[in-house]
């Protein structure tokens, strides 16, 4: 797989992950961005040992776009905080196949992961579990088509959940286009592990080393992002 990092230095990698490959190692063995940044690392640095890399947070499988990777145990620690504390921002573009109801607002749920059947529910406010989960969004267009009304959307997560996005917008009856698990129009298809139209278009932290405040952005890519012409905006 070819890399296409966006920044590197003796402490992080931001780079972009193609859909369909996981951010870590997962119970299908396949080629993962963890494995795959390291052996970058291995080659490039000329290391006789297995160097160390973290990710700071995750993106799905059917999912593409920016990621941050930490070299160091101190700069994981620092860049975790930020993720957590919603210091990092993290951006999003989505297509939908249904309208929200407003041009731009706040969804805000609970949610519980089965991790049985790794799926996320939204659930009632005190169930044993559950966590908070936020997010903002703003309408960029809605497209009348054959097969129905598509939403294009930004969105701006607030909270860092299983599977939020999806979760979320399939609760406003405006499921993200292709998610298989989610959004009941796509549920029948067997395709295993189709691109779906969510992708993590920017990334703006705090170099924990520098103090230099960091901004990557790469819009989105892949077939389905093709429904729309994303030159228009």
């Not at 009856?173 to 067997?190: E, L």
Request: a negative charge; proline letters at 4%; hydrophobic letters at 35%.
């Amino acid at each position: 797989m070819k890399l296409n990092i966006l920044h590197e230095d003796e402490h992080l990698i931001v780079c972009v992950k193609p859909y369909g490959v996981p951010s870590q190692s997962d119970r299908t063995n396949s080629e993962d961005m963890i494995g795959i940044l390291k052996l970058h690392i291995y080659e490039r640095e000329n290391r006789t040992e297995e160097p160390y890399l973290a990710a700071i947070h995750r993106l799905d499988r059917p999912v593409g776009g920016i990621m941050v990777f930490a070299k160091d145990k101190e700069t994981a620690a620092e860049l975790s905080r930020q993720s957590e504390s919603g210091e990092m921002v993290k951006y999003y573009q989505a297509i939908l196949t249904g309208e929200l109801p407003n041009e731009e607002g706040t969804i805000k749920n609970y949610l519980l992961h089965d991790t049985k059947n790794n799926v996320t529910k939204i659930v009632d406010e005190g169930t044993p579990g559950a966590k908070y989960a936020e997010l903002d969004y703003e309408v960029l267009d809605v497209m009348e088509t054959d097969n129905g009304i598509l939403t294009y959307v930004l969105i701006t997560l607030m909270t860092g959940r299983h599977h939020q996005i999806r979760v979320q917008m399939a609760g406003k009856k405006a499921g993200i286009w292709g998610d298989t698990k989610y959004n009941p129009k796509f549920q029948k298809v067997k395709k295993k592990y189709q691109q779906i139209a969510l992708y993590a278009s920017r990334l703006e932290f705090i170099h924990p080393v520098t103090g230099e405040h960091m901004v990557f952005k790469n819009e989105p890519e892949g077939k389905a992002f093709e429904i729309i012409d994303l030159d228009e905006f």
